[in-house]
Structures are given as C-alpha cells and as structure tokens.
C-alpha cells in the first residue's frame, strides 16, 4: 500500500489477533519465518506502489496531480475542492472495518480495493484526449478521483489493521523507517523521470500525451503492488457473522484517550489541508517553475528523508513518540515560508523548505500513526482507524472548502511588507504557518 507509516502497539506480532478477536484461538498464527518473509514482500511492495502513489498523488497530492488538474481546466477554488477529495477515502475505512469484521479476511480488500482504485488512472488518463466532452471533462476526473478515493480507504483501513498484527510491536519503528527509505528511494526516482518526461513533452506541446505517459506508468506499477500484495502473508482474522454497526462505529469513540487524540489530529488535518492542494499551483503559476525543478524539490526532500526516516524511527522506539512527534510538529511551522521568500530569480528558501521538509515530515507522519496504532482500542482495531481517519478526513474536508473560498478571494490581492510580498496563495500559506504553531502546543497538552 505505499509509503504507509507504522502501526498501532500490540500485545504479540503473531498473538495479537487472537488476543483482540477471541474467537480466532483455534486459528493457526504464523510461524516467525512467514512473519519475516510477509515483511520482506511488504518492502517491496512499498517500493512499487510508491511509483503509483507518487505521480498520481492519491496521498499527499503531487505536482503531476495539480499539473493535471489545471490542465482540464480547474480554476482555484476547484484546487481546494480536490484538496478535500480524500474525505471520501477517509470516510470509506467505516465501510473497510465492516467488511473486514464480516469477511474476515483482510488480503481480499486491500488487494481488490487497492488495485480497483489504482487502474481508475487507466481512463483518467484519455480525459484530455477526449475533448468532445467540453466541461464534462473535469467532471469526469473529479468523479474518478472520487472513486479512487474510496475504494483506497476501504484497502487502506484493512491494511494498517493487517500490518499492526504482522510487525513486532518493538520493531515498529525501526521496521516502518526501512520500509519509507526504501519507497522513498523509488519515489525520488518515479519524480524525475516523471517530471522530466512531462518537461519534454510540454515543450513539444504534447502535454496531454505526457501526463498519459506518466500515468501509464503508475497503472503498470499498481500491478506489480498487486502481485506482490496476493503473496503476502495474513495473521489470522474472525469473521463475525452479525456486526453491530451502533457498536463498530460507537465503540472508539468511548475511549477517552483514543478520542482525544482524534480531535487534536483533526485539527491538525485543518491547519495543514487549507494550503497543502496549493504549493504545486504556486510554484508553477507565481514562480514560473518547471516540472522538472518541482520534481527535483520533492527529490531532495526524499534524498533527506532517506537519513532521518531510520533515525526518526530508532528515536521513537527508544524516546517515545510524544516528544519526537511535537519536535517534528514544531519544525514544520516554518517551513510554509520557502515558499513565501522565493520569487522566480531565486528559490533557495524553497530548496531549504525542501531540504527541512525531509528532516521532520517523516518523524511527524511515523509519530501520528504510532500514536493512533497505540492508542486505538484492542477489541475495536478496525473501527477505531476507520472512526480516525473519517474526523480527520473531515477536517480535510474542511481546509480544503474553506481553502479554496479563500484562495478565490485572495488571489489577486498583494501585501508588501517591506521587501516582502505576499501574494496570492502565499496568504493560505501565513495562515498554516500560524496553525501549526498553535497544534504544537495543543499536541502537547494533549498527548
């Protein structure tokens, strides 16, 4: 599934199912050789679905992503709308955990409802070619991206449940830091192939042929992830002929400690969704940047993370994930403003933007989802990370509404504060700056 981070404490990497779903005591657990080899495939798998995840953008977004939304014709407040886009995922884990607790298999879903969701790009792909659709065309993508969304959430949702019984619990954060270096080595790969074939073909004016290209390439990636997903070995799992839904989707939220850090972990899905769907479009539009030299920040950032990801994961492990987490919370506040201090004769705060960036996402996304696979209630795993990722998907619902009402309003308007212009959507920018500030604390507080 991607460059997905660790995943929640458990009692046992081979007991844990049974401990969480009693009436999987008779089922036989995995020996320590299928645990190691399962984790092995997972490295690979990581490595390939990377390239998918990484040019279409379906976590995180991509420049490719925006590039190709711009294409069809999305103005700014339809650049917010697909910022918020991944609430649907978020809101169809509900749906992964049901079926998960009913069919009691978790391979099925991740492998069917990942690979579904990825060869969606196969048609989104033809849309700039299909120009007989006139305004039906960003329709249409807006609509794939939905279902791609979705059927990602239901896959996604299983696979954090799968992994949490698969990986040691002590082990977790070093484990989830080799698989994210290894990904990220294909992602910095993916991105400028990518990026440079894209360059080379807008030059010629065939952009068209070269986002076809490029997502091409993803499809045939989401294959490979596929078959290597098909191998891989599953702790056993109950399957429960009767599911109370009241109970699925109420018992998380009576957990004090799970709740809370749900809420905080919304609000940090605000601050951060009203600028994250507008960085690509503001350097392309504002700082006149290439593919190419967009692709090769998200390069640097990867050749970075490849460092710090490992390390941020011993320190984990050894530390804790609270002190760790706030420390990569509080280095992010800054680093909005790369952006803000570039103009198009010079970008060297974006290159340290970028550089800073691989230095402290990687600890802050390992520590939320180590949080979240601690804090989320044993007897209700699946639920517990459907119910999470269904409040912060609306929180990014949320930031990318109100982002793209924002970005409409403010995207002519100009401050000069002395040297200093702010302009556009450098305004969102202030604004998570400020945000993130303000969740360090509260995280803080709160953890």
């Given amino acids: ?40 495939i997972s490295i690979i798998e990581g490595a390939v ?25 999305a103005n700014s407040f339809q650049l917010g709308l697909m910022g918020a886009l991944p609430f649907i995922g978020q809101l169809f884990q509900f749906v992964g955990a049901y079926l998960e607790e009913r069919i009691g298999q978790r391979r099925p879903l991740v492998l069917y409802g990942a690979l579904a969701g990825r060869l969606i790009w196969a048609g989104l792909l033809a849309l700039p070619f299909l120009s007989f659709l006139g305004g039906a065309q960003l329709a249409l993508f807006f609509a794939g991206l939905a279902c791609t969304y979705a059927l990602n959430g239901i896959a996604g949702n299983a696979w954090m449940s799968w992994m949490s019984d698969l ?31 894209l360059d080379a073909l807008r030059i010629r004016g065939h952009e068209a042929l070269g986002y076809a290209l490029i997502f091409g390439v993803a499809v045939l990636a989401a294959f ?40 905080v972990s919304t609000g940090w899905a605000v601050v951060t969704g009203v600028a994250a769907p507008f960085f ?22 990867s050749a970075v993370s490849l460092v710090f990801g490992p390390l941020v994961g011993r320190l984990q492990d050894q530390y804790g994930y609270r002190a760790v987490l706030v420390a990569c919370i509080i280095g992010t506040v800054p680093l909005p ?53 269904a409040f912060t998907g ?27 212009a702010i302009v556009g959507f450098g305004f969102l920018f202030v604004l998570t700056s400020l945000g993130r500030a303000l ?9």
């Fill in 1 to 40: 599934m991607g460059t997905a981070p660790p995943v929640r404490q458990a009692a046992h990497p081979v007991t844990t199912a049974r401990a969480t779903h009693a009436s999987t005591a008779a089922a036989p657990s995995l020996s320590p050789a299928e645990v190691r080899q399962a984790m092995r």
């Fill in 394 to 420: 609306l929180g990014t619902l949320v930031a990318g509404l109100l982002g793209g009402v924002l970005a409409a309003t403010l995207v002519n308007a100009q401050v000069a504060l002395g040297p200093l």
């Fill in 439 to 447: 969740m360090a604390m509260v995280f803080w507080r709160t953890l």
């Fill in 167 to 197: 990986v040691p619990p002590r082990q977790r954060g070093s484990y989830f830091g080799l698989r994210n270096t290894v990904a990220a080595l294909t992602a910095m790969a993916a991105t400028l192939l990518a990026g440079q074939a």
């Fill in 49 to 73: 679905a990377n390239v998918h995840i990484t040019i279409t953008g379906v976590i995180g977004g991509s420049v490719f992503l925006t590039g190709f939304a711009l294409l069809l014709g």
């Fill in 280 to 301: 690509s479009a503001y350097g392309l539009a504002t700082l006149q940047l290439s593919f190419s030299t967009l692709a090769l920040t998200a390069i640097v950032t």
């Fill in 224 to 263: 490979g992830a596929a078959a290597l997903i098909a191998r891989q070995a599953e702790p056993p799992l109950a399957r429960r002929e009767r599911v109370s839904l009241r109970e699925l989707f109420g018992a998380p939220l009576r957990d004090r400690p799970f709740r809370s850090f749900m809420l």
């Fill in 337 to 389: 403003w790369g952006w803000i201090l570039s103009t198009p004769t010079n970008i060297v705060p974006l290159w340290l933007t970028a550089i800073f960036s691989g230095v402290f996402w990687p600890g802050l996304t390992q520590g939320l989802a180590n949080v979240l696979m601690e804090r989320a209630p044993a007897s209700c795993r699946g639920a517990a990370m459907a119910a999470y990722s």
